[in-house]
């Protein structure tokens, strides 16, 4: 049976996305979620998913405080080529590195930076919180039914700006273009909450625990 592993690394409540991605597991017959610190759990899993709340360097410090986790991440995503989706910070440590508040390095998977957003009207507030929707760039698997006009949930306030546009899939509009999806080879990462995103996050989720690269 199919074990898709929610990472806990202490960086927020996981229980929203327990709940969501327990749901379409069982509804679109795609195994079993286990949400889970341990090297050894992350090492079996078919599927590896890494949420993240809060500023990018605590929860790069607060991933590497538990002993060859990332390393088992790394493992499995890039040399196994296992699936994996990066939610919020989790999708912004595929980049190159962080500017919140100081330097810091990603994971270096996608190119580009973590960086302020910077609306073009000042009376945009920062964090960039509520709906948005989504304006879909390149067709891929895990977007499978999702169109451009669907709405999703933010709360953030740096976004992932990437190096090469093919490595973003979707973007939103607020004062400028905002990186919503990003992806390459077995990896997709959304700057959303996709267990808060009510139908379009639920499929989403089911397209990610369902798909092959």
């Known amino acids: 049976m199919s ?8 960086s927020g409540n996981l ?42 360097p605590s929860c790069r410090a607060a991933l590497d405080r538990f002993t060859g986790l990332f390393e088992a991440i790394e493992q499995a995503v890039t040399v196994k080529a296992r699936p994996f989706l990066g939610i919020c910070i989790g999708m912004q440590m595929m980049a ?12 270096g998977w996608i190119g580009g930076e973590v960086v302020r957003i910077e609306p073009s009207e000042p ?8 709906w948005n929707d989504l304006i879909i760039d390149h067709p891929h ?9 669907q709405h999703a949930y933010f709360v953030h306030s740096y976004h992932f700006r990437v190096a090469d546009p093919a490595h973003r899939l979707a973007h939103c509009d607020y004062g400028g273009d ?18 808060k995103s009510q139908a379009t996050g639920l499929r989403l989720i089911a397209n990610f625990l369902n798909w092959r690269p």
Do not use: C, W
């Open 141 to 149: 698997p895990v977007l499978t039914g999702i169109e451009t006009g």
């Open 96 to 107: 190159t590195r962080g500017l919140e508040y100081r330097e810091t390095p990603g994971f």
């Open 15 to 56: 229980h929203s996305a327990e709940k969501a991605f327990q749901r379409m597991a069982t509804e679109t017959g795609a195994g079993s979620v286990l949400v889970s610190s341990l090297p050894e759990d992350v090492a079996r899993a078919d599927r590896i998913v890494l949420p993240g709340d809060g500023a990018f």
């Open 123 to 130: 009376s945009m507030k920062i964090p960039h919180m509520g």
């Open 3 to 10: 074990l898709t592993v929610l990472v806990d690394y202490d």
């Open 178 to 195: 905002i990186t919503a999806i990003v992806g390459r080879d077995n990896m997709v990462g959304m700057q959303f909450h996709p267990e």
